[in-house]
T-cell receptor, first 114, second 115 residues
Framework: AQSVTQLGSHVSVSEGALVLLRCNYSSSVPPYLFWYVQYPNQGLQLLLKYTSAATLVKGINGFEAEFKKSETSFHLTKPSAHMSDAAEYFCAVGGHTGFQKLVFGTGTRLLVSP | GAGVSQSPRYKVAKRGQDVALRCDPISGHVSLFWYQQALGQGPEFLTYFQNEAQLDKSGLPSDRFFAERPEGSVSTLKIQRTQQEDSAVYLC?????????????FGPGTRLTVT
């Protein structure tokens, strides 16, 4: 079985500060890992994904995430927060085989203050 | 181009009513997924279609939930005799490859409120 834990239901940062959103996964098989962003009343948008190539993955809007197998982590970072980054962020895990059913974490709401 | 669309965007149903939620995937996308997102939670898998074939429905919470995709394009999620615990946002996602092994594009969701 696969699962994802996101630490912190809310994270607050100031504009220009480092963004760090934490995600730990559990998987009995090599995982595919994803970060999605959800703006109010909108669907989820893919930020980035890890599919066993490079462990440091760069995504859209300046976000990146590093896959650390030893720590079973896939934390999302951005060097400098922008007001437009305020949204809900979801980490998800999928498998290498079979159809790509995604298992999501409970989400982290990012708040950005001026 | 057009993304995944869902209708209605909002639905209020009285307990015991039947509802039908529609998903229009991106044209040509083979894979289609339904997810349920309860308030304050992440999306949870309900069911998966490859073209018109429903290959997995293990996430459907009860036999009151039924999904179809008869022509391999538009999909409908039907909930019979709605209960309060069915209140959630229902998300549809489509993907261009079989088994969804490419990016899943999500629709805006249908927010169902059962009173």
């Amino acid at each position: 079985a696969q699962s994802v834990t996101q630490l912190g239901s809310h994270v607050s940062v100031s504009e220009g500060a480092l963004v760090l959103l934490r995600c730990n996964y559990s998987s009995s098989v090599p995982p595919y890992l994803f970060w999605y962003v959800q703006y109010p009343n909108q669907g989820l948008q893919l930020l980035l994904k890890y599919t066993s190539a490079a462990t440091l993955v760069k995504g859209i809007n300046g976000f990146e995430a590093e896959f650390k197998k030893s720590e079973t982590s896939f934390h999302l970072t951005k060097p400098s927060a922008h007001m437009s980054d305020a949204a809900e962020y979801f980490c998800a895990v999928g498998g290498h085989t079979g159809f790509q059913k995604l298992v999501f974490g409970t989400g982290t709401r990012l708040l950005v203050s001026p | 181009g057009a993304g995944v669309s869902q209708s209605p965007r909002y639905k209020v149903a009285k307990r015991g009513q039947d509802v039908a939620l529609r998903c229009d995937p991106i044209s040509g996308h083979v894979s289609l997924f339904w997810y349920q997102q309860a308030l304050g939670q992440g999306p949870e898998f309900l069911t998966y279609f490859q073209n018109e074939a429903q290959l997995d429905k293990s996430g459907l919470p009860s036999d009151r939930f039924f999904a179809e995709r008869p022509e391999g394009s538009v999909s409908t999620l039907k909930i019979q005799r709605t209960q309060q615990e069915d209140s959630a946002v229902y998300l549809c996602a489509s993907s261009s490859l079989e088994q969804g092994r490419s990016e899943q594009y999500f629709g805006p969701g249908t927010r169902l409120t059962v009173t």
